[in-house]
């Protein structure tokens, strides 16, 4: 039945945390009007004048914004009338709730829950980081150095009709042809890795990457052996193997091969930029450790995270191209050069490894968004992504110039020494101090440093290291961030 009611004008308004352009705003504020019940079918919309007046903006803002109501059918129009809500416009479904009535012992999840995932340890910062002055944290992008523009345009040319495939498609266990080429042809070769499409996976980034591995290559009966301090994502995948765990403590080269036990079935490193001290495994440990696992039969698995920012000096050739035998498993991802909210990385080893991770991906997410995958190939064949790379390098070692010049002014000490470049510095604070407590006083000098009890393994975790991260700072801020950090570790001791 036809409803005589109008919906006043006065009644909307514009949120000012909604983001997108006006247009989009009053959109989305019918829509939500309408699929909340607010706005009911046949009431009468006011008119575009009125509306416009309300909130602020152009009639022609309004008029454009009910037009695309109109196609959605959320509006209906009725000549010089005007606009009312459409008597088949999307509704959100009502359900009647049953009433809340206690039946017998609730369940107790205690004991429903066959294997516990949270509390693991992780590396958390505030969701707010953005709003502090000094944010010394890894990972994150700095929206002066990303080329907004270019990602846009990618991103519309992989919506457009000739990739309607692309975009729509599901690949079941394949990948977008496009991506995996750009990969097997550029990416790898520059690592010294030769790689056939059968031999390349992608993956929702490295952390997805690792996972995938791990369950692939261990269970219960295996042994894994990983760098002590790690990063903890590796260690959160090898504990859901369950398969026994082995941590080497690194050195001033990364993992000593002399160190690894004679019974282990595989061993995950990060030679190119240690995780978390940025060391750089020499040539000569790398071809050692390769000569080793062929002795012993295991698997190495590498994850080659943050080649790109090899700013300093050429990076040296990753593990995967030195060796004979194809038993490397080399993990990539783009999402430490692009942005972590990408989620986009690959796997490489033998083609029966592969095999296998492919199936197991299939089995738990298909693959990869096909419209992520077709922007990134299109970002990275156009040339965007070798610029891009190009102005972080220069920006980088700029930030990392300034802060080293910082810490030796301060008085600070740097703990792992990089000579190839990357986007953080390891750090220790003189004994006593815990840089758990450090970093939580430091905010309130809107300073984030990343305390490290997280990487080590363990029950005794040294508790006066962290990380400085620059990938996030401007390089004006940081000399007076390391001072506050400075003060704030001599007002601890």
């Given at each position: 039945?036809?409803?005589?009611?109008?919906?006043?004008?006065?009644?909307?308004?514009?949120?000012?945390?909604?983001?997108?352009?006006?247009?989009?705003?009053?959109?989305?504020?019918?829509?939500?009007?309408?699929?909340?019940?607010?706005?009911?079918?046949?009431?009468?919309?006011?008119?575009?004048?009125?509306?416009?007046?309300?909130?602020?903006?152009?009639?022609?803002?309004?008029?454009?914004?009910?037009?695309?109501?109109?196609?959605?059918?959320?509006?209906?129009?009725?000549?010089?009338?005007?606009?009312?809500?459409?008597?088949?416009?999307?509704?959100?479904?009502?359900?009647?709730?049953?009433?809340?009535?206690?039946?017998?012992?609730?369940?107790?999840?205690?004991?429903?829950?066959?294997?516990?995932?949270?509390?693991?340890?992780?590396?958390?910062?505030p969701e707010d980081w953005r709003g502090y002055k000094y944010p010394f944290i890894y990972g994150q992008t700095d929206p002066s150095l990303f080329d907004h523009q270019n990602w846009r345009h990618c991103a519309v040319k992989a919506l457009g009709q000739r990739d309607f495939e692309a975009l729509t498609a599901d690949y079941y266990e394949r990948d977008?042809?496009?991506?995996?080429?750009?990969?097997?042809?550029?990416?790898?070769?520059?690592?010294?890795?030769?790689?056939?499409?059968?031999?390349?996976?992608?993956?929702?980034?490295?952390?997805?990457?690792?996972?995938?591995?791990?369950?692939?290559?261990?269970?219960?009966?295996?042994?894994?052996?990983?760098?002590?301090?790690?990063?903890?994502?590796?260690?959160?995948?090898?504990?859901?193997?369950?398969?026994?765990?082995?941590?080497?403590?690194?050195?001033?080269?990364?993992?000593?091969?002399?160190?690894?036990?004679?019974?282990?079935?595989?061993?995950?490193?990060?030679?190119?930029?240690?995780?978390?001290?940025?060391?750089?495994?020499?040539?000569?440990?790398?071809?050692?450790?390769?000569?080793?696992?062929?002795?012993?039969?295991?698997?190495?698995?590498?994850?080659?995270?943050?080649?790109?920012?090899?700013?300093?000096?050429?990076?040296?050739?990753?593990?995967?191209?030195?060796?004979?035998?194809?038993?490397?498993?080399?993990?990539?991802?783009?999402?430490?050069?692009?942005?972590?909210?990408?989620?986009?990385?690959?796997?490489?080893?033998?083609?029966?490894?592969?095999?296998?991770?492919?199936?197991?991906?299939?089995?738990?997410?298909?693959?990869?968004?096909?419209?992520?995958?077709?922007?990134?190939?299109?970002?990275?064949?156009?040339?965007?992504?070798?610029?891009?790379?190009?102005?972080?390098?220069?920006?980088?070692?700029?930030?990392?110039?300034?802060?080293?010049?910082?810490?030796?002014?301060?008085?600070?000490?740097?703990?792992?020494?990089?000579?190839?470049?990357?986007?953080?510095?390891?750090?220790?604070?003189?004994?006593?101090?815990?840089?758990?407590?450090?970093?939580?006083?430091?905010?309130?000098?809107?300073?984030?440093?990343?305390?490290?009890?997280?990487?080590?393994?363990?029950?005794?975790?040294?508790?006066?290291?962290?990380?400085?991260?620059?990938?996030?700072?401007?390089?004006?801020?940081?000399?007076?961030?390391?001072?506050?950090?400075?003060?704030?570790?001599?007002?601890?001791?």
């Amino acid at each position: 039945m036809e409803r005589s009611l109008a919906i006043p004008a006065e009644t909307l308004f514009l949120d000012p945390r909604v983001e997108g352009t006006l247009q989009q705003q009053i959109q989305q504020l019918v829509a939500q009007g309408i699929l909340s019940g607010r706005f009911q079918s046949g009431e009468k919309m006011p008119s575009s004048r009125k509306l416009a007046q309300q909130l602020g903006v152009s009639r022609i803002t309004v008029t454009l914004a009910y037009t695309e109501l109109l196609a959605d059918d959320y509006l209906t129009s009725r000549g010089r009338s005007g606009y009312y809500v459409s008597e088949t416009a999307p509704r959100t479904p009502s359900f009647k709730l049953p009433p809340q009535t206690s039946h017998g012992t609730p369940v107790d999840w205690n004991r429903a829950i066959g294997q516990r995932f949270a509390g693991a340890p992780s590396l958390r910062r505030p969701e707010d980081w953005r709003g502090y002055k000094y944010p010394f944290i890894y990972g994150q992008t700095d929206p002066s150095l990303f080329d907004h523009q270019n990602w846009r345009h990618c991103a519309v040319k992989a919506l457009g009709q000739r990739d309607f495939e692309a975009l729509t498609a599901d690949y079941y266990e394949r990948d977008d042809p496009m991506l995996i080429e750009f990969i097997a042809r550029h990416t790898l070769p520059r690592r010294g890795i030769i790689a056939k499409p059968e031999e390349i996976l992608v993956t929702m980034g490295a952390q997805n990457a690792l996972w995938l591995t791990a369950q692939v290559l261990l269970n219960q009966r295996r042994t894994a052996a990983m760098e002590n301090p790690c990063y903890p994502g590796l260690r959160i995948a090898l504990e859901q193997t369950r398969c026994n765990r082995i941590g080497i403590d690194i050195d001033a080269d990364g993992l000593p091969p002399e160190a690894l036990p004679d019974d282990i079935d595989a061993v995950f490193v990060t030679p190119s930029h240690h995780c978390p001290t940025t060391v750089t495994m020499p040539l000569e440990r790398r071809q050692k450790l390769l000569n080793v696992a062929s002795e012993r039969d295991f698997i190495i698995v590498e994850d080659d995270y943050e080649f790109e920012m090899s700013f300093l000096k050429a990076p040296s050739p990753a593990l995967k191209s030195m060796d004979q035998d194809g038993r490397v498993i080399h993990v990539g991802s783009f999402s430490k050069s692009l942005f972590p909210g990408l989620r986009l990385g690959y796997l490489v080893g033998s083609e029966a490894f592969i095999r296998e991770a492919r199936a197991l991906r299939a089995a738990i997410l298909r693959h990869p968004p096909g419209h992520i995958q077709r922007t990134a190939a299109y970002f990275l064949s156009l040339g965007h992504y070798d610029a891009l790379i190009r102005r972080m390098g220069r920006a980088y070692h700029q930030r990392r110039e300034v802060m080293e010049q910082a810490i030796q002014e301060n008085g600070l000490t740097i703990a792992g020494a990089n000579s190839f470049g990357g986007s953080s510095i390891w750090m220790q604070a003189p004994e006593g101090i815990d840089t758990g407590k450090l970093a939580q006083d430091l905010r309130e000098h809107s300073v984030l440093i990343e305390p490290a009890q997280s990487f080590f393994l363990g029950d005794e975790k040294p508790q006066n290291y962290y990380r400085l991260g620059y990938s996030s700072i401007s390089a004006k801020n940081i000399p007076q961030g390391i001072a506050h950090l400075s003060r704030a570790i001599k007002s601890a001791r």
